[in-house]
């Protein structure tokens, strides 16, 4: 298939997971890349998985100046035609243990950051181009040790609906991605022993009884930022197993 033949793709949060799965097809399919990541290591490899021309930037969605770094580098390489915000982290702790710091530094990459990055490209998306969004089922999931980032990714939820509305006279989609369990490195800051922990649970609450892959999510994603889902926008596409029954 060369469903992204001819266009260019913004894609955060790319050097691993789903993000990686993502550019990876894109590229397979045809498709122009500009992707970002944090880890120089995890950057570099990155190049040696693109093809020659593509654009891999280290950025983070955190810093109040990534997306005028982003908006120039668009300026130098074209419009984009398809955006997916992809970048975040989670946490896990108890209610008491949460800060101001831990807030703010949460808030500031997976809320402040994609909102900041839609402000300044929307402008440089061509009419009829796809945004995507990277929530997770935390948002529904009501786990005592995630308020945190479960209200952070509850807001991108709410964010997306009306995102959809602003850029839709525009042929704009805008979408929303949610993983549920999915293989990635996402719960590396877990110990080893909490996370065989949680895993088990969740993985006991899956109707398909596995966790996904981070191809499988991608798919998901890939299909919302192609000409396949032309006629959808403001949803939510749920691939979790299972978990949420959505």
């Known amino acids: 298939m060369n469903r992204f033949s001819g266009k260019q793709f913004l894609v955060t949060g790319a050097t691993s997971g789903i993000g990686l799965a993502g550019v990876k097809r894109i590229a397979a399919e045809g498709g122009s890349i500009i992707a970002t990541g944090r880890d120089p290591e995890r950057l570099e490899k990155l190049r040696t998985l693109l093809p020659d021309g593509s654009v891999v930037l280290r950025n983070d969605a955190s810093d109040p100046t990534a997306a005028d770094v982003l908006a120039y580098e668009i300026r130098e390489h074209g419009r984009i035609d398809g955006l997916w915000l992809n970048a975040g982290y989670a946490t896990v702790g108890k209610i008491e243990h949460i800060d101001a710091a831990a807030f ?34 935390s948002a529904y999931e009501g786990a005592a040790m995630a308020s945190l980032y479960a209200a952070a990714k509850g807001a991108l939820i709410s964010l997306v609906r009306c995102w959809a509305s602003a850029l839709g006279q525009r042929g704009i989609r805008v979408n929303t991605l949610v993983p549920g369990p999915i293989d990635t490195n996402f719960r590396d800051f877990m110990s080893d022993n909490f996370r065989r922990e949680f895993e088990a649970d969740v993985v006991n609450r899956l109707s398909l009884a596995r966790v996904g892959s981070a191809e499988e999510a991608a798919a998901v994603g890939l299909f919302l930022l192609s000409d396949d889902a032309s006629f959808v926008t403001g949803s939510q596409y749920f691939v979790d197993g299972g978990l949420t029954k959505r």
Do not use: E, F, I
């Open 104 to 137: 703010d530094a949460l808030m500031a990459a997976n809320v402040r950051g994609p909102m900041l990055q839609l402000a300044k490209l929307a402008d440089y998306l061509n009419d009829g181009a796809s945004v995507v969004v990277t929530a997770s089922t």
